[in-house]
């Protein structure tokens, strides 16, 4: 018996059911969504550091490496070098009014006009951030409420897809504003400002 002759045979007692196009279209379907599930856990469960995470590797302990001397950012994170711990970009009065007006719009409902961590949410039963005028806070370098904006902390969300680098930027240099407003002297004050609030006075 030939094999063709063979195959005529089995089709005649074995029935093979009939799934028509919408049964092939639907099993391809099935299939192709189990390739990229198992595609999508792969990816998510491959071996990685972590921002911050430790590292047996390198003699530092930290998984985080410092950028190579000469390297120069570009492209929209060009005003966001975090690593360098302060703001990147000069402090003036243009900087410190965006700063104020993406505050009002992001940071106050939680973190109050004034920075105490006294807002409008908070008053309605959310968690109360910490304020900004604790004298840990006052010590961390800018680079740390850049970070906090653009990723999140604790129950603070992340607003990094919300307000780009140079906000975040101006953002932080209005809280450094707010801290040192709560912490300031008369000598911090210039001195055509200062004599504006004294009366004339040269004191």
């Not at 009065?93 to 409902?109: A, F, H, I, N, S």
């Not at 006294?118 to 309605?124: A, C, S, Y």
Request: charged share 20%; with cysteine.
């Amino acid at each position: 018996m030939s094999s063709r002759e063979a195959v005529h045979r089995i089709r005649g007692t074995i029935r093979v059911p009939a799934i028509g196009r919408a049964g092939a279209l639907a099993a391809w379907g099935a299939l192709i969504v189990m390739l990229v599930a198992g595609c999508g856990a792969n990816m998510r469960n491959q071996p990685k550091y972590t921002v911050y995470q430790s590292s047996s590797f390198f003699s530092d302990r930290s998984a985080d490496r410092p950028l190579p001397r000469g390297v120069v950012p570009a492209g929209p994170q060009a005003v966001a070098p975090s690593a360098l711990g302060r703001i990147p970009v000069p402090v003036t009065k243009q900087l410190l009014e965006r700063g104020m007006t993406e505050y009002d719009v992001y940071c106050m409902p939680c973190h109050g006009a004034t920075g105490y961590g006294d807002g409008m949410v908070v008053r309605r039963g959310f968690k109360h951030p910490p304020s900004y005028h604790t004298p840990r806070l006052r010590r961390l370098p800018d680079s740390h409420f850049y970070d906090v904006i653009t990723k999140g902390y604790g129950a603070m969300p992340s607003y990094g897809y919300l307000i780009s680098p140079k906000d975040r930027w101006a953002i932080v240099a209005y809280i450094r504003a707010l801290q040192l407003s709560q912490h300031a002297s008369i000598r911090d004050v210039p001195p055509v400002e200062r004599r504006r609030l004294t009366g004339g006075s040269r004191r």
